[in-house]
């Protein structure tokens, strides 16, 4: 979204802004509402959208990519090598976010989920994320309820917490269809300056991509994110 909004040579409206991203209105009107509230973009007396302030903060020189730029090449390295829908997700505060989503070239896939907001505890991503969280922010989250999207999620603060130190011990986590039926994920941190800026993973159908088909896959898949990510971050 913000790509779509510097390239474009004059203020923009969020109906073009969608048809250039490829998303429904709906949610490029969200992503900009959330764009503005930071200062990355602003709004004109008119309505339409150009870029904020704030944008210079994501760069170091005017030259520095942003995060799902400069890892695209690895989501594409995921896919190809593993088979499976490779993604992106960053911390949108009350949510996950997916940023980047990269196809497998596999006839059966996972749904597309990019720019998608989903809740921390039912899906891998989230979950790895959770895990790196301070223990007040971790405290708040548990004490409300927590959603169940299908009979396989993970609502009980006690499992979870137990869950999450087992994340931070081993570095990843799988999850065996917990917020859709039929659908399994793995996720991993991205990790820069010692702290978690990402969480990168793998998802597919649930018959395909599963710790008990595939036990090795997990350090697989960190051992190629850690290579992949020397010097990129």
Do not use: C
């Given at each position: 979204m913000l790509q779509a909004v510097v390239a474009a040579e004059a203020p923009i409206g969020v109906r073009e802004l969608g048809r250039r991203t490829g998303l429904p209105r709906s949610t490029a009107s969200r992503l900009v509402g959330q764009l503005n509230a930071i200062g990355m973009v602003e709004r004109t007396a008119d309505g339409l959208v150009v870029p904020g302030s704030a944008l210079a903060t994501l760069a170091v020189d005017g030259s520095t990519p942003l995060l799902?730029?400069?890892?695209?090449?690895?989501?594409?390295?995921?896919?190809?090598?593993?088979?499976e829908t490779a993604t992106l997700a960053v911390d949108d505060g009350d949510a996950l976010l997916y940023i980047l989503q990269i196809d497998a070239d596999n006839a059966v896939t996972a749904p597309d989920v990019e720019a998608e907001r989903h809740p921390f505890h039912v899906v891998a991503h989230g979950l790895v994320l959770m895990a790196h969280w301070p223990n007040e922010r971790l405290d708040d989250y548990l004490s409300a309820p927590l959603g169940a999207p299908t009979d396989r999620s993970m609502v009980d603060p006690k499992a979870i917490r137990e869950r999450l130190r087992r994340i931070r011990r081993d570095g990843y986590v799988w999850t065996e269809e917990e917020f859709d039926v039929g659908v399994n994920g793995l996720a991993a941190p991205i990790i820069a300056d010692e702290e978690v800026v990402a969480s990168?993973?793998?998802y597919g159908p649930s018959y395909r991509l599963s710790p008990a088909a595939l036990p090795s896959l997990a350090e697989a898949m960190i051992d190629t994110v850690a290579r992949q990510t020397v010097g990129l971050l």
């Amino acid at each position: 979204m913000l790509q779509a909004v510097v390239a474009a040579e004059a203020p923009i409206g969020v109906r073009e802004l969608g048809r250039r991203t490829g998303l429904p209105r709906s949610t490029a009107s969200r992503l900009v509402g959330q764009l503005n509230a930071i200062g990355m973009v602003e709004r004109t007396a008119d309505g339409l959208v150009v870029p904020g302030s704030a944008l210079a903060t994501l760069a170091v020189d005017g030259s520095t990519p942003l995060l799902r730029d400069r890892l695209r090449p690895l989501l594409v390295v995921l896919a190809d090598r593993f088979g499976e829908t490779a993604t992106l997700a960053v911390d949108d505060g009350d949510a996950l976010l997916y940023i980047l989503q990269i196809d497998a070239d596999n006839a059966v896939t996972a749904p597309d989920v990019e720019a998608e907001r989903h809740p921390f505890h039912v899906v891998a991503h989230g979950l790895v994320l959770m895990a790196h969280w301070p223990n007040e922010r971790l405290d708040d989250y548990l004490s409300a309820p927590l959603g169940a999207p299908t009979d396989r999620s993970m609502v009980d603060p006690k499992a979870i917490r137990e869950r999450l130190r087992r994340i931070r011990r081993d570095g990843y986590v799988w999850t065996e269809e917990e917020f859709d039926v039929g659908v399994n994920g793995l996720a991993a941190p991205i990790i820069a300056d010692e702290e978690v800026v990402a969480s990168i993973g793998l998802y597919g159908p649930s018959y395909r991509l599963s710790p008990a088909a595939l036990p090795s896959l997990a350090e697989a898949m960190i051992d190629t994110v850690a290579r992949q990510t020397v010097g990129l971050l």
